[in-house]
């Protein structure tokens, strides 16, 4: 079912908004320590996502199975991440990458929902519309706000 390939491409959106992080620091925390959790937190993530494939939500069962969990694996993303301080300057940004990963998480419960009630238009209209989701807007935003703060984009 090609309306599912957003699924492939979620935790790379929210592992490169991680990986944004690798300039200047803040007072505070160091960026080496800053950046060291984030990357684990990042792997942390992929991990529990590697599950996410189109080929394993081909039927309504799978599709419920794999959105439940992507939406656990955002949430607990979140959590890893509110678990890092960040560097004074980083702050703000860090707080939009932990509320952007609870948002996804939602998109995935709201998806679940759908595909659990068989309403295929609305599973559809979700996942292709992902990148636009007040989730990944929110993670865009943190992106942008760390590189204008001078953290290097890799």
């Known amino acids: 079912m090609s309306a599912l390939r957003p699924l492939t ?12 992080v690798a300039g200047c620091g ?19 993530l992929q991990k529990s996502t590697s599950s996410l494939t189109p080929e394993a939500a081909t039927s309504g069962g799978a599709a419920v199975k794999q959105l439940e969990s ?12 509110n678990n890092i301080t960040p560097p004074d300057d980083a ?3 860090h707080g939009q990458i932990v509320d952007g990963l ?5 998109t995935f419960r ?6 659990r009630s068989k309403d295929s238009d609305k599973l559809v209209k979700l996942l292709q519309g992902i990148q636009d ?5 929110e993670l865009q935003a943190a992106t942008e706000e760390l590189a204008a703060k001078g ?3 890799q």
């Open 102 to 106: 609870h948002k996804l998480a939602d």
């Open 151 to 153: 953290y290097n984009v």
């Open 9 to 20: 491409t979620l935790a790379p959106v929210a592992a490169a908004v991680a990986l944004f």
């Open 133 to 137: 989701t007040p989730g990944a807007k």
């Open 91 to 93: 702050e703000h940004a």
């Open 70 to 81: 992507g939406g656990q694996a955002m949430d607990v993303a979140a959590e890893n991440f």
């Open 26 to 44: 803040g007072s505070g925390v160091s960026k080496n320590d800053y950046v060291k959790d984030l990357n684990e937190a990042v792997a942390s």
């Open 110 to 115: 709201d998806a679940a929902d759908a595909a």
